[in-house]
């Protein structure tokens, strides 16, 4: 197997993304995730679907929504098998769609690949529709995985030592994107984790500790490599109205006042 460099990592983060899926680390990482994905977006229903970023990674695969789109932030990248084709290119922070026309939207790693992840997660809060849904996957700073490329960065300052994980921005904890998205008026419905397993380089020593993933999962949950949240678009105050069941009642013209009681009869007998 032909090593890659790591300097090709920090070269571009999403290249340098895409590059890294195809080490023996990257590899299972992706079958998970592959899996986790359609296990997640294969009960979502609606009609438009979106994913930003990660084309080698079809997310969208087992969603049967009939608008399905892979957007891109530019025309560079490299897919793989599985991968699939990009409709678009276009910035994240600025995406082309109206406001409310969007009934889910997946972000595999794009947060962690982009330059302003909050402006992302703002834009695709205009453009869900409200009960949407947004799916994120993000490598996790909190597990073995995490510590070991901290630990990296560090022996990197004295001139030595390789990184584990490519260099791909600034990765975002847990807890810390749930707070993001709550003040952005998301509900989150779920989150998981997976690929318990040491931060190992070959897939020797990775399938060495394939016995990890069922008691990682179970007893020490939260330190997985890469976590999974699932989150609906909240819109306070809005109230569905259906159809008016009661016939309203009809327009009956009101009773005019009688001011003269007096018979006409009378009146002539008597003038």
Same mark, same amino acid.
Request: charged share 20%; with cysteine.
């Given at each position: ?6 300097d ?8 340098g993304m ?9 590899r299972?990482l ?17 009609y438009?679907a ?18 399905k ?14 991968? +699939? !084709?990009?409709? &678009? $290119? ?9 406001? /409310?026309?969007?009934?889910l939207?997946? %972000? ?7 330059v302003?992840?909050?402006?992302t997660?703002?834009? +695709? !809060?205009?453009? &869900? $529709?409200?009960?949407?849904?947004v799916?994120?996957?993000?490598? /996790? ?5 995490? %510590?070991r490329?901290r630990?990296?960065?560090l ?7 390789d990184l ?32 318990y ?8 020593w ?39 069941w ?8 009101a ?17």
């Amino acid at each position: 197997m032909t090593r890659i460099p790591q300097d090709r990592f920090m070269s571009d983060p999403i290249i340098g993304m895409q590059q890294w899926f195809e080490t023996p680390p990257g590899r299972y990482l992706l079958a998970w995730e592959r899996a986790e994905f359609a296990r997640v977006v294969g009960d979502i229903f609606g009609y438009h679907a979106l994913q930003l970023g990660l084309p080698m990674l079809d997310a969208l695969e087992s969603n049967r929504m009939p608008h399905k789109w892979v957007a891109v932030q530019h025309s560079q990248g490299v897919l793989s098998a599985g991968g +699939v !084709e990009p409709a &678009l $290119v276009t910035d994240f922070t600025a995406l082309p769609f109206e406001s /409310n026309s969007i009934d889910l939207v997946v %972000l595999p790693h794009s947060l962690e690949l982009n330059v302003d992840p909050h402006a992302t997660l703002r834009e +695709v !809060e205009r453009v &869900l $529709v409200p009960e949407g849904k947004v799916v994120i996957c993000c490598l /996790n700073p909190a597990s073995l995985w995490g %510590l070991r490329q901290r630990r990296a960065h560090l022996y990197r300052r004295f001139g030595f030592g390789d990184l584990f994980l490519p260099d791909a921005g600034e990765f975002i904890g847990y807890w810390r994107l749930r707070d993001w998205l709550r003040l952005l008026s998301f509900e989150v419905e779920s989150g998981t984790f997976g690929c318990y397993r040491p931060a190992m380089k070959t897939d020797k020593w990775l399938s060495r500790y394939d016995w990890l993933d069922g008691p990682g999962e179970r007893w020490w949950p939260i330190f997985g490599a890469v976590y999974f949240i699932v989150a609906v678009k909240r819109v306070r105050g809005i109230k569905l109205i259906g159809k008016a069941w009661k016939t309203p009642a009809g327009i009956t013209a009101a009773p005019v006042p009688v001011t003269n009681r007096t018979p006409i009869s009378y009146l002539e007998e008597n003038v």
